[in-house]
T-cell receptor, first 116, second 111 residues
Framework: DSGVTQTPKHLITATGQRVTLRCSPR?????VYWYQQSLDQGLQFLIQ???????AKGNILERFSAQQFPDLHSELNLSSLELGDSALYFC???????????????FGEGSWLTVV | KNQVEQSPQSLIILEGKNCTLQ??????????LRWYKQDTGRGPVSLTI?????NTKSNGRYTATLDADTKQSSLHITASQLSDSASYIC??????????FGAGTTVTVRA
């Protein structure tokens, strides 16, 4: 158990809908990261937050948005869903920024999103 | 563009044998390189983290090497076990906090 909690574990929704994925980081971790992993694809970095502020942005679509709240949990909002958005969405957390080699990044078990 | 290339894409080995996975990167400026193990449908788990000054780091039967001059890393699995069947992902961190992920190498260990 990495200590990173993601909900829901599985989600099936229709095209055009909006969903919210939730992530609770490990206790004490200030950084939260979101990744997308489509079937048979590698992990794609979406966005990173550090202590409530956006720290880095990757290949995140404009239909997607995220935020980190004062209690450090984070939410990833996916709107106007398309079939191609079906994927496993991972949240990860770490104590500090990734430039620090002593900063292990811990991944949650992911949220499976299926868009039908 | 920062890139991480892993090879081979997949491999099959017999239980008890050794194997080596490769990772080449173009990420700059380099901060550190990480190897992760990802079981199917599960979250990746960190195996090793290496900085510019580290050449080798071990974690049990996993040994990672880094040549920062040639921008190459390898992950060696010794005496493979069935539980080693997984995807192994090379991740390179740049100093601007961005991570670059390789596509992974899928290892299948057969009895």
């Amino acid at each position: 158990d990495s200590g990173v909690t993601q909900t829901p574990k599985h989600l099936i929704t229709a095209t055009g809908q909006r969903v919210t994925l939730r992530c609770s980081p490990r206790s004490g971790d200030l950084s939260v990261y979101w990744y997308q992993q489509s079937l048979d694809q590698g992990l794609q970095f979406l966005i990173q937050y550090y202590n409530g502020e956006e720290r880095a942005k990757g290949n995140i679509l404009e239909r997607f948005s995220a935020q980190q709240f004062p209690d450090l949990h984070s939410e990833l909002n996916l709107s106007s869903l398309e079939l191609g958005d079906s994927a496993l969405y991972f949240c990860a957390s770490s104590a500090r920024g990734t430039g620090d080699s002593g900063n292990t990044i811990y991944f949650g078990e992911g949220s499976w999103l299926t868009v039908v | 563009k920062n890139q991480v290339e892993q090879s081979p894409q997949s491999l099959i080995i017999l239980e008890g044998k050794n194997c080596t996975l490769q990772c080449n990167y173009t990420v700059s400026p380099f901060s550190n390189l990480r190897w992760y193990k990802q079981d199917t449908g599960r979250g990746p788990v960190s195996l090793t983290i290496m900085t510019f000054s580290e050449n080798t780091k071990s974690n049990g039967r996993y040994t990672a090497t880094l040549d920062a001059d040639t921008k190459q890393s390898s992950l060696h699995i010794t005496a493979s076990q069935l539980s080693d069947s997984a995807s192994y992902i090379c991740v390179v961190s740049a100093r601007d906090y961005k991570l670059s992920f390789g596509a992974g190498t899928t290892v299948t260990v057969r009895a």
